[in-house]
């Protein structure tokens, strides 16, 4: 069986939920120094837990939220994301990699009347990152929150676990969120400040065998989002 992850008053949580960042409304240099005193951070949820024994989460799941609009994905958790914001008001710019999902998120939540955007972007590639954001800020001006989504799973020891299927699992999962929050911050502050939350895995915190780089990318994330 999965082992928990830690508990909320488990001294290994401190400094914010695993999948929650915040970001100063006014900062100097990078975030989390030079700001004094640095707010409280904004929740919008818990970490989410990738079930491996689903149906497996598709590289381009990526969500984005916006305060009153928000930038999700087309499929899986990010779609569930942009859904609950939607279903809260909020308008939603979806990104993920491939068209189809999008378009069909895209539809539900006008159907249901609401306002969404989509954006087709690999998350891996910075350049596409960047146009998406700013995508995003032409449509429904600077946004306040930012939710990572993207995530692949793979099982495999260190040993059996190619390099080609390394550099995959830790370019989606933590290069991914990395560059997405990288272009996202600016923004944030532009806004007045918000919130970044990236969805990890109980993995991120309590290692399973034969989960050699899975583990080892959302427990990047977990670090990069403290």
Do not use: M
């Amino acid at each position: 069986r999965d082992r928990p992850g830690p508990r909320r008053d488990d001294p290994r949580a401190a400094g914010g939920r695993p999948g929650e960042q915040a970001v100063p409304p006014r900062c100097g240099g990078d975030v989390g120094r030079g700001c004094d005193p640095a707010p409280a951070p904004a929740v919008v949820g818990d970490t989410a837990v990738f079930g491996e024994r689903g149906p497996a989460p598709q590289a381009d799941d990526h969500a984005a939220g916006l305060e009153e609009r928000d930038l999700v994905a087309g499929a899986g958790i990010g779609r569930a994301c942009a859904l609950a914001f939607a279903r809260e008001g909020a308008k939603i710019a979806a990104l993920a990699r491939r068209s189809d999902p999008l378009e069909s998120l895209v539809a539900e939540i006008t159907k249901q009347g609401g306002e969404a955007l989509a954006v087709t972007a690999d998350v891996t590639n910075s350049e596409e990152i960047e146009l998406a954001v700013k995508a995003a800020v032409d449509r429904f001006g600077p946004f306040h929150i930012l939710v990572n989504s993207a995530g692949i799973p793979f099982i495999g020891t260190a040993e059996s676990t190619s390099e080609t299927d390394w550099n995959r699992v830790l370019s989606v999962n933590l290069t991914g969120t990395f560059l997405v929050s990288r272009a996202a911050i600016p923004v944030l502050r532009q806004a007045g400040g918000g919130s970044i939350v990236n969805l990890g895995s109980v993995y991120g915190l309590v290692a399973r065998c034969e989960r050699a780089a899975y583990a080892a990318s959302k427990g990047g994330v977990t670090l990069l989002t403290q």
